[in-house]
């Protein structure tokens, strides 16, 4: 587990920007419905700019010949002032699911 400060705020109510946040690493089980702490290579948060957001995550998954395959993952916000951030399948390599939220300290 770690601590960390969460900047912005897309995820208002619920995480007030400079909120102090307790993580845990790493993502247990199915990670949907679940707000994590998410690094993407090469997009970027839109209200911070920087290469960590904090979202709820969705996903739509796909059967295919070797289990399934994701088809979209959306990064949502709390705040609807904010657009989702999302994900086809081209991009999940990108993005690597860092923790998961655990409490608002």
């Known amino acids: 587990m770690f601590v960390a400060q969460v900047l912005g705020r897309s995820m208002e109510l619920g995480i007030p920007d400079g909120a102090w946040c307790l993580f845990r690493v790493p993502v247990e089980g199915s990670r949907q419905g679940k707000i994590v702490l998410v690094e993407h290579r090469d997009i970027h948060d839109p209200e ?58």
């Open 48 to 105: 911070t700019g920087g290469s960590y957001t904090v979202k709820r995550y969705r996903s739509r998954k796909a059967a295919d010949a070797e289990g399934w395959r994701h088809m979209e993952i959306r990064l949502e916000p709390e705040n609807p002032e904010f657009a989702p951030i999302v994900l086809r399948e081209a991009d999940e390599g990108e993005v690597r699911m860092v923790a998961e939220l655990v409490e608002v300290l």
